[in-house]
């Protein structure tokens, strides 16, 4: 006991409490940011239509988010560093407000666009910060609690929030779905500056280690199997709202309903994988890719039947999410040493992997129609089950699933 009792005067408030309030300020704001990045998929056609686009021409709103989560991230990580993490933490909060602010508010696409792009750079950087605060608002033995906390945000921002941000959409247009998530954001970022301590930094691993953490090629392919799989995801999530209303033939009401269902498949799969990727992680993310390319596959015969549709699609949201905590847990491990920038950068590979997904999905659309877009989701998760083999087969396949932090390869 007592080699942490001069930490305990200080910690036994906050431990007293199940979570502190700070933490669920915290939380709020990964909500607001899942929020953000996955409304715009329920309100596709309404966007569309109101700016006077075509379908493939919104999904790069979804592209142009993804993309400037990729690049803001490690750039701001690079450059913020330094800075204390309260006040990071609500300048972050600042710009998201401020982007969703300005997407109320955008009379044409490209502003539409440009909002979208200035929200992005807080989102990595906001979620790396905000999970290294919360590991360190609770007792050491919560740790791993305290950060599933915070992104249980982004969990239930896609079951509570997308479908309820779609439907304030459908009723009062796609602007005021903008204006909620503003809303939110206010909220968190009084939380913030009210209720989360200043927390004095431990000396952060220098830049130099981070970077070199970062380009292990390990490190790379599993980031590059990340992206792949977020790939696949998007390229169908993208458009799953034209697909349920012009190919399956549902309406606009019962678009809400799916996209629930879907949050509830998501919820299914992260828990799942977050189990048995501490089972066996390697063997069930490659199980899990091929799964995943099969469920995909269905869809193309399911989705002109509305009840197999339906049932293919949580489905579908089991498979594609149970493969997260796995690839996050292998980045982690590949680069214990300076794992900020890598766990950072991860949202930037994971993101790349996102624009590129509904990229795609808005090329084959333009070019094979709507029903094209199983095809190339299932092919993405295909060569994802190529990269996680291919990790696999590289680290000398069982050693790598039960590697102790401290026998990764030296880089």
Same mark, same amino acid.
């Given at each position: ?24 300020? %915290? ?31 919104? /999904? ?37 407000? %401020? ?17 979208? =792009? ?9 979620? /790396?910060? /905000? ?6 608002? =609770? ?14 945000? %982004? ?118 994988? /977050? ?25 193309? =015969? ?26 996050? %847990? ?82």
């Amino acid at each position: 006991m007592s080699h942490h009792s001069s930490k305990s005067l200080r910690t036994t408030k906050p431990a007293k409490e199940r979570f502190p309030l700070s933490l669920l300020c %915290l939380t709020l704001g990964a909500f607001a940011i899942g929020m953000t990045e996955f409304i715009i998929m329920g309100l596709l056609p309404n966007v569309a239509s109101d700016l006077g686009v075509t379908i493939p021409q919104a /999904g790069q709103l979804i592209t142009s988010y993804a993309l400037g989560v990729a690049i803001g991230a490690p750039i701001l990580t690079v450059f913020t560093h330094k800075l204390p993490q309260k006040k990071l933490l609500v300048i972050l909060m600042g710009i998201f407000i %401020l982007g969703n602010a300005v997407s109320v508010i955008a009379p044409t696409y490209l502003l539409l666009i440009i909002a979208r =792009v200035l929200t992005a750079f807080a989102h990595g950087t906001f979620l /790396g910060v /905000g999970t290294i605060i919360a590991a360190r608002l =609770v007792h050491p033995d919560k740790r791993a609690g305290a950060v599933s906390v915070v992104l249980a945000g %982004l969990t239930v921002a896609n079951i509570i929030g997308v479908p309820f941000g779609t439907f304030i959409g459908q009723q009062l247009g796609w602007r005021a779905s903008f204006g909620a998530i503003t809303v939110l954001g206010i909220i968190s970022l009084f939380g913030i500056i009210r209720f989360i301590p200043v927390i004095v930094q431990q000396e952060t691993a220098n830049l130099r280690e981070q970077v070199r953490g970062l380009l292990n090629p390990q490190v790379l392919l599993i980031l590059l199997t990340g992206a792949l799989g977020c790939g696949s995801l998007f390229a169908l999530f993208t458009y799953i709202t034209p697909m349920l209303q012009g190919i399956t033939g549902f309406r606009e009401q019962s678009v809400t309903w799916i996209l629930v269902l879907f949050g509830a498949g998501v919820t299914l799969g992260n828990i799942a994988g /977050g189990k048995l990727a501490d089972w066996k992680l390697m063997p069930s993310l490659m199980v899990n890719f091929a799964v995943l390319a099969v469920v995909i596959s269905t869809l193309t =015969v399911t989705m002109s039947h509305p009840v197999l549709a339906v049932s293919n699609i949580f489905l579908w949201g089991i498979a594609a999410f149970g493969i997260m905590p796995g690839i996050q %847990l292998r980045i982690m491990n590949l680069a214990h040493k300076a794992p900020l920038l890598a766990t950072t950068s991860s949202h930037s590979a994971l993101n790349l992997g996102n624009a590129a997904g509904a990229y795609l999905g808005g090329v084959a659309i333009s070019s094979f129609g709507l029903t094209s877009i199983p095809s190339l989701s299932a092919a993405l998760a295909v060569l994802a089950l190529a990269g996680a083999w291919l990790s696999y087969a590289l680290t000398g396949g069982r050693r790598s699933a039960t590697a102790a932090p401290g026998d990764a390869p030296a880089a």
